[in-house]
């Protein structure tokens, strides 16, 4: 198993351009989150799914959207992005629940590194 | 509003030696609190957890200590090693109600182990 993988690994943007990071989970897990991670201010939740087709906000959702149109997909879109938006953004995937077994274990990706100029 | 506080930010201890971490929490709804280690490069990966109901959880050289009167918890590394240079996070969660399963980060402690 591949585990929870994202893409792009890195990108660089400029002010007002738009882009899409697609993280994707062979786990069969229910849920999947979006964080990005700032130094000093460790992980913050941007938005979060429950399931296919639903999504939700997080800590700090401004300026991103999100869709889970597959179970096994998650998409954090930026519409245009800002300087702040500049930052280290991991997927997260949890709960098997085909499993019948409680499991509260986060499992993330590898990290995209974006940096917008 | 920060709900979970770490510290300190950044720790250096020398090979052998026992390396503590604190966090402190707010929401007395939190029942379940893990530790995340991340090495460069790479995402958070569990390292160990545990639930309000105990005091102490002990996985090897790592133990999580939990004063829940206090709403304080710890994580404690023993005869720490150089491979265990790493950030490592604190989190809560709650296990009910609309925030099932989400979990809130403290800022992270840089830990550098010297040989």
């Known amino acids: 198993n591949a585990g929870v993988t994202q893409t792009p690994k890195f990108r660089v943007l400029k002010t007002g351009q738009s882009m899409t990071l697609l993280c994707a989970q062979d786990m069969n897990h229910e849920y999947m989150y979006w964080y990005r991670q700032d130094p000093g201010m460790g992980l913050r939740l941007i938005h979060y799914?429950?399931?296919?087709?639903?999504?939700a906000k997080g800590e700090v959702p401004d300026g991103y959207n999100v869709s889970r149109l597959k179970k096994q997909n998650f998409l954090l879109g930026l519409e245009s992005a800002a300087p702040s938006q500049t930052s280290v953004y991991f997927c997260?995937?949890?709960?098997?629940?085909?499993?019948?077994?409680?499991?509260?274990?986060?499992?993330f990706g590898p990290g995209t590194r974006l940096t917008v100029t | 509003q920060q709900q979970v506080k770490q510290s300190p930010q950044s720790l250096i201890v020398q090979k052998g030696g026992i390396s503590i971490i604190n966090c402190a929490y707010e929401n007395t709804a939190f029942d379940y609190f893990p530790w995340y280690q991340q090495f460069p490069g790479k995402g958070p990966a569990l390292l160990i957890a545990i639930r309000p109901d105990v005091s102490e959880k002990k996985e090897g050289r790592f133990t999580i200590s939990f004063n829940k009167s206090a709403k304080q918890f710890s994580l404690h590394i023993m005869d720490s090693q150089p491979g265990d240079s790493a950030t490592y996070f604190c989190?809560?969660?709650?296990?009910?109600?609309?925030?099932?399963?989400?979990?809130?980060f403290g800022q992270g402690t840089i830990l550098t182990v010297h040989p």
């Open positions: 799914s429950v399931g296919e087709g639903t999504t």
């Open positions: 997260a995937s949890s709960y098997p629940r085909t499993s019948g077994r409680t499991s509260y274990e986060q499992y």
């Open positions: 989190a809560a969660s709650m296990r009910s109600g609309t925030s099932y399963g989400k979990l809130t």
